[in-house]
């Protein structure tokens, strides 16, 4: 059973309940309770990260989205739209204890040949990285962090 630990992100009321088959957590965009992994406490907290700290609309968050992927059927873990409907961020989360590496990124891209968005973020709520995708120049360049969203939305 997975023991949640503190995240390298702020502290969030993020409510959990206890039942006889485990621990479940309270997703605030699908607005129902889902077992905690420690993959979910993560996304749980980069979901309140992004709608209090970075100003997301909750209502543009799309969660374990599916895509197609070389005839496979995958989940994106975080995705947002702007207000147009256009698909401006993806984020992909891991585990605490999972290392963010190379092999992460290539997933996130990989994701992102369906996608096409111009912000990637890849967290494990210990380590963040964000890349700003230049399609036009066949670029990319990672930033500090993810920006806000009346910034990444235009």
Not at 130 to 135: L, M, N, P, S
């Amino acid at each position: 059973m997975f023991e949640p630990i503190p995240l390298n992100l702020p502290p969030y009321p993020i409510r959990i309940k206890e039942e006889e088959n485990g621990t479940y957590i309270f997703d605030v965009i699908r607005k129902k309770f889902l077992f905690l992994t420690p993959e979910e406490w993560v996304r749980q907290h980069l979901v309140h990260f992004l709608i209090e700290e970075k100003k997301y609309p909750r209502t543009l968050i799309q969660l374990e989205g599916g895509l197609k992927l070389n005839n496979l059927q995958k989940r994106s873990d975080i995705l947002i739209f702007n207000n147009f409907g256009k698909k401006i961020v993806l984020i992909e989360c891991k585990a605490p204890s999972v290392k963010i590496s190379q092999e992460t990124f290539d997933q996130i891209a990989r994701y992102n040949f369906i996608h096409q968005v111009k912000w990637l973020f890849v967290s494990n709520g210990l380590q963040h990285y964000c890349c700003e995708i230049d399609f036009e120049q066949q670029s990319y360049r990672f930033v500090k962090e993810l920006p806000e969203y009346s910034t990444a939305s235009q």
